[in-house]
């Protein structure tokens, strides 16, 4: 089974008053994202900047610095920082962070006095499309104008007639009917002399940031994960689907905040939708008005499998509000099954062996006791019966029918 790869909508905040939003904060978690088209030939100052309002590891001392966010297209990072103007004489200082949350300094050029006017460089081994943190620095707080060249390692093309290839979406099924559907999208590639080889950036590095996926499905499959917007989903299919089409829209969640780092240079391409069809026939749905029912002979001695099978939640809601302060399920609820009986006497016991668990956890019981499946209360205690155990279930039976709920 493929990870579920969960995509977030990042949104940048303008650091503090008075600069452009697509400018480096002085906190390094608000600091926005340069692309590297934007980044090469940045022309900055260290004007304006406050002292850190936090600490971050440095090989030198901080007086007032400044972060950008990059995002690496190759495996090899290959920076220089030119500084000129300077107030003092000496210049700036630089250092690249794996982020902000726990920063850890991946390399770090402290300079040193009369540096203005001096070439600093950050060459640095990193991961490829990974999110990296860039720190500027004046030297013992020094007032320097600077301007930023990319060598290597960052995309820096800006535009290109170089036609887009198309993206697809990937279907990938899992056990029991559910199934993963991942967009994967359009991608060029850079021949710039800066960048060969790098993708461009709004595929690899803002589809992870600022990229959300609107997914339009066909009746009977429906998203069972977290984000219905992410780039990977889970689904599952409620009826048999033949030849129903999934496609996808993308949309942007930050090019309002830093537009510069929109999706220059790759011309055209799309994700062309995908044809899918399922009988649905591995997993088996049953709704509470559909549980199997055992009379007492057939239910002594019966082996029932919960593998590949699911009673769905509608009954639940009416327990809640029958019960509102009674602990009506005793442990979270998951993959419940349901099972109807009928017993001949007031007092109840029965043993169940717990056996096969797929993950050798084993299973939760309780008994509920109504009529119909819009009104439940429990009448038994709840038990956990682990892996290759048995355990008793003994319960007081007001009526002649009552329905027990196995969990997995």
Known sequence: MKNQLLLSAIFLLCAFAGRSQCEPSPYCDLTPLFCGAVLDGYQGSTAGYPPPSSWVPFCGTLENPQFLKIITCSDLLDLSILSSNCQNGNGVQIALYTDCDNPEMVTCEEGFPGNAGGLLSIIATVETNTPYVLMIDGYAGDICDFVIDVNSGLDVWQSSSQPAQNGYIELDTLPCGPAQLTAHLPICWSDAPASPGCSISWQNSLATNCTGFNWN????????SNDPNAQTITIQFTQPVVNGIVSVNTYSSCWDICPTCGPNGCAGGFIPPLVISSDSSTFTYLPCQEAP????NTLDGATISTVCT???FEWANPLINIQPDVDVFCY??????L???????????????VDSCEKGKGLEFAVLYGNHCGSFM????CIAVQEDATAMLSFSNPISRTT?????
Not at 339 to 353: A, D, L, P, R, T
């Open 293 to 296: 029912f055992y009379c007492g």
């Open 378 to 381: 429990r009448i038994s205690d």
């Open 310 to 312: 699911s009673s769905g």
């Open 332 to 337: 979270p609820i998951d993959n419940p099954n």
């Open 404 to 408: 027990p709920v196995s969990r997995g």
């Open 217 to 224: 499905l066909p009746p009977g499959v429906e998203i069972v």
């Open 339 to 353: 099972y109807g009986f009928s017993s001949c006497s007031n007092q109840v016991s029965m043993s169940i062996q």
